[in-house]
């Protein structure tokens, strides 16, 4: 066995200071053992195709040791070794010792700063260092080049020669990948990096921050499913290799006497670069400006809201849910970049007939393909779950086989190409380059599989009661018997009363199925027309948003009319923050996602074209909880609706809450989406807080919430505001934040508050935000005694925070 040791810092220091000053003169292209090679010296590769010495990255004073290109004139630096050291003076020396270790050293104090490892076999004899035209710095013993102690291709930076290996070593673990430079003066690690992802079948990823940035997809056999013109290229060939020893890519000339390289730069896009000789400059490939996204054929934007404003990431779910019936079986669609390999199953041998075999048989698988295409094709992927960021290619691009539901099977030879579907286009943001040809990407483009996202959806679960709402095509909403609900609340009984709206009592039902539901019983008083309840009912279950509580049904009977949503166990918020112990369950993050998801829900109300809605009684009791604390906006069922142009109505109805009623709407009945984001404004003051809009008082003053958070921003003291219950878990930067938005929501006229989506943005974004002036309702006491002479009261509910009015005129 090879004896090991390992050369501590010291030692070498001592070993140095003894040979310091033995300096030869060296070949060009090789550093030998004990050999010091100072700043204004270099190496040489033998035909001059790269340089090793010192160097100054762009406008920087310090000094990195590099290689770069020999002939090309502007500095090109391939490979840096100091990356996070830089030298700041040129007294530093470049020697190899006679254990086969590069050293940087400090030749006046003679400190190591840098070696090129911690570690060396004893047996080592006169090594040798040597630059190769490839580019690689090689530490070999005698002239067995073959076998290198050491190689600066196993250390890479930021640029990807032909010939480097990005990947792992099975066996000693090691694995190789690229990372930006800083800056463009700054060779030191940057934020991006790109790997071969060895989790399932392996893929090439590049990542910000140790997060999945962009998918180069897996490998096809000829080229990263997610790069389709990699094949057209003349200039050199990508070798990927899986075995038990090794995975790694590889780029590798054909014709050698191109030059080229692949760049991962520092904001994080990947060129590849071809150096054109006659007009002295690097071309770099283009960008593709215009990728399209889209759902499959088969399949339909999970959130068609979401995916017109340009947010995909809820991405496609089958437009028949599948179930696992036998009759599944499974679409080929064409010109794709696969899905991604995360979590994936393969097998190098099996065909593409036992392939499928295996897939159909399991349920949660949910798609395969074959392996490497190379040849006939060989071997099998799986998929399990969600496919996520699937790219379609106007050619090239590979074959993936989707389960899919019976009704939606294609016939037996399919011949269609996969872009027959319908065709959603979104704009991506951001594009990166892979392998110099051009990619961009449609991230997290997403089938939803299966039941959980269909819970209660229209469809064959309507069982309860076969009959329909007739008379609309792409909606059936199950009608409920008057019995059934009897039954299932138990005749309405006071222990399954969930609480009070300002239409009428909510009780908590259970089917006879055994499902959980919300009954909401409309007080009998309602004037409304059944036929325009119906309409209404049926256009507000339309809406779907996951940040709205889900409306499953109505009942209409006699003189009842009843609205059957989903049931939510965490009950309301109110019974959260404004509670001493089940607050604490409530930690910033929690608070901070029901904000976020509260504005989304809103958004998706006031902005949807088909149907804006103006919730008119937004707060803290109505936001329900769901089991996993997402937030979801109630009562907005019976909101009033109105057309896509229309953004401000009068109504001779007030409903509303005080404390959360914007002062145009409590004064003149005059309501819009803006007074929404009022409501929204104290929501978030409340939230934040922990406190009551109205019932707030401090001592000093007689400031409701509203005004005193006005009070504390003015003075700087907003952290002052901040629930104690939040204690370490708080985010200052985003609850300061919070609570300025929420100000800027409450100011006293609509046209100074900002619509959802720009509230979106700013709770999203990092940006300055613009001074809130002096908010609305500023006092609230008073308000609290008003009654306004044309009004009547009419059911004051249990809560005695809502009231609704009837303003007779
Ligand atoms: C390197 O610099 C030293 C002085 O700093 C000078 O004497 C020597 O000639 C230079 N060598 C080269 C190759 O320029
Ligand atoms: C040299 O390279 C720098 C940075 O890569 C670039 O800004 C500059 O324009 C180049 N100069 C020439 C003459 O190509
Ligand atoms: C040597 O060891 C140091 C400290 O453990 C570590 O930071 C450095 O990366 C190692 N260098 C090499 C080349 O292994
Ligand atoms: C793909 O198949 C070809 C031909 O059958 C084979 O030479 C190659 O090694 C395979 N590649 C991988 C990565 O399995
Ligand atoms: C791959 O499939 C073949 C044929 O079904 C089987 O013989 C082999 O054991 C499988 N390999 C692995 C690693 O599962
Ligand atoms: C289906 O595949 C998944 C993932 O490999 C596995 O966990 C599960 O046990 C399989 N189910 C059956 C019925 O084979």
Redesign the pocket.
């Known amino acids: 066995m090879e004896e090991r040791r390992v050369i501590r810092t010291m030692f070498i220091f001592r070993f140095l200071v003894l040979h310091a000053s033995i300096t030869c003169t060296f070949a060009a292209d090789t550093l030998s053992a004990n050999q010091a090679m100072v700043y204004n010296e270099t190496i040489v590769s033998p035909q001059e195709t790269f340089e090793l010495g010192f160097f100054r990255p762009g406008k920087s004073m310090n000094l990195y040791l590099g290689i770069w290109y020999k002939k090309i004139p502007n500095r090109t630096v391939v490979w840096v070794a100091n990356r996070n050291i830089p030298l700041k003076h040129t007294s530093f020396e470049l020697t190899l010792i006679v254990e086969g270790v590069l050293i940087i050293r400090d030749a006046t104090k003679g400190d190591a700063v840098w070696l090129s490892a911690n570690s060396s076999t004893a047996s080592v004899r006169n090594p040798i260092g040597q630059l190769l035209d490839t580019g690689n710095f090689i530490i070999h013993e005698g002239f067995n080049q073959e076998e290198p102690i050491w190689q600066s291709f196993d250390c890479m930076t930021n640029t990807l020669l032909p010939g480097m290996k990005v990947g792992r070593n099975m066996v000693t673990g090691i694995e190789s990948h690229l990372t930006s430079w800083k800056s463009d003066d700054d060779p030191a690690y940057g934020e991006f990096s790109e790997w071969i992802d060895t989790r399932g079948y392996p893929q090439l990823i590049i990542t910000e921050g140790g997060k999945i940035k962009f998918r180069g997809g897996p490998w096809n056999g000829l080229r990263f499913s997610g790069a389709p013109n990699l094949k057209l290229n003349p200039f050199f060939i990508i070798t990927f290799v899986v075995n038990p020893t090794e995975i790694y890519y590889q780029c590798n000339l054909i014709d050698t006497s191109v030059i080229t390289r692949l760049v991962l730069q520092s904001n994080g896009q990947v060129q590849r670069l071809l150096w054109i000789d006659n007009k002295q400059e690097w071309n770099p490939c283009n960008i593709d400006k215009t990728p399209i996204c889209e759902c499959l054929k088969g399949f339909e934007p999970t959130s068609p809201y979401q995916w017109k404003i340009t947010d995909w990431s809820q991405g496609c779910r089958h437009t028949v849910p599948l179930d696992c019936n036998p009759g599944e079986g499974f679409n080929k669609y064409t010109n794709l970049k696969l899905p991604d390999t995360q979590?994936s199953?393969y097998n190098q041998t099996m065909t593409l007939v036992e392939c499928d075999k295996m897939c159909k048989?399991?349920?949660?698988?949910t798609a395969y393909t074959t392996l490497n295409i190379s040849g006939s094709g060989s071997g099998c992927l799986?998929w399990?779950g969600g496919l996520i960021d699937i790219r379609t290619f106007a050619e090239g691009g590979d074959s993936l086989y989707i389960r899919v539901s019976a009704s939606e099977l294609d016939s037996i030879e399919n011949s269609r190409s996969s872009n027959a579907g319908r065709r959603v286009r979104v704009i991506v943001p951001i594009a990166f380059v892979v392998l110099g040809i051009l990619v961009s990407l449609c991230l997290f483009y997403r089938f939803y599989m299966k039941k959980q996202q269909h819970g209660g959806t229209p469809g064959n679960e309507c069982v309860h009661d076969p009959e329909y709402i007739s008379g609309n095509e792409d909606l059936e909403l199950p009608l409920f018997g008057l019995p059934t609900l009897v039954k299932a609340t138990n005749n309405f009984s006071m222990d399954n009363k969930l609480g009070e709206g300002g239409f009428g009592p909510v009780y908590k039902g259970v089917l006879e199925d055994g499902q959980e539901v919300a009954v909401k019983r409309l007080a009998k008083t309602s004037t409304q027309g059944l036929c325009e309840f119906k309409n209404e009912v049926i256009s507000i279950s339309k809406l779907q948003h996951r940040n709205l509580v889900k409306l499953l049904g109505c009942c209409i009977e006699r003189a009842e009319k009843m609205l059957i949503y989903e049931y939510l166990p965490n009950k309301s918020l109110d019974s959260f923050i404004f509670d001493k112990t089940r607050s604490e369950l409530l930690d910033w993050t929690a608070r901070y996602h029901i904000i976020n998801g509260i504005a989304r829900g809103l958004l998706y109300l006031h902005e949807d074209s088909r149907l804006r809605i103006i919730h008119r009684d937004l707060k803290v009791s109505n936001i329900l909880l769901d089991q996993d604390m997402n937030p979801k906006i109630s009562d907005f069922g019976t909101a009033r609706s109105f057309g896509g142009i229309q953004i401000e109505a009068n109504t001779n109805r007030v409903v509303g809450t005080y404390g959360y009623m914007a002062p145009e709407y409590a004064g003149d009945g005059t309501f819009s989406i803006k007074s929404d984001v009022y409501s929204f404004g104290v929501l978030v003051l409340e939230i934040v807080c922990g406190e009551k809009n109205r019932g707030f008082i401090h001592k000093e003053h007689s400031n409701n919430l509203i005004g005193h958070a006005w009070g504390l921003q003015n003075k700087g003291r907003s952290l002052e505001l901040v629930a104690k219950c939040l204690g370490d878990s708080i985010n200052v930067s985003q609850a300061l934040r919070s609570i300025h938005i929420g100000l800027l929501c409450v100011q006293r006229h609509p046209e100074d508050r900002p619509a959802m989506t720009f509230v979106i943005q700013m709770l999203v974004s990092e940006g300055p935000l613009p001074s809130p002036k002096e908010p609305g309702f500023y006092i609230g006491k008073s308000m609290q005694d008003t009654t306004r002479s044309s009004s009547s009261y009419e059911a004051i509910s249990n809560n005695e925070l809502s009231i609704t009015m009837l303003n007779g005129r």
């Open positions: 979590g199953w048989t399991n349920c949660s698988c799986l399990f």
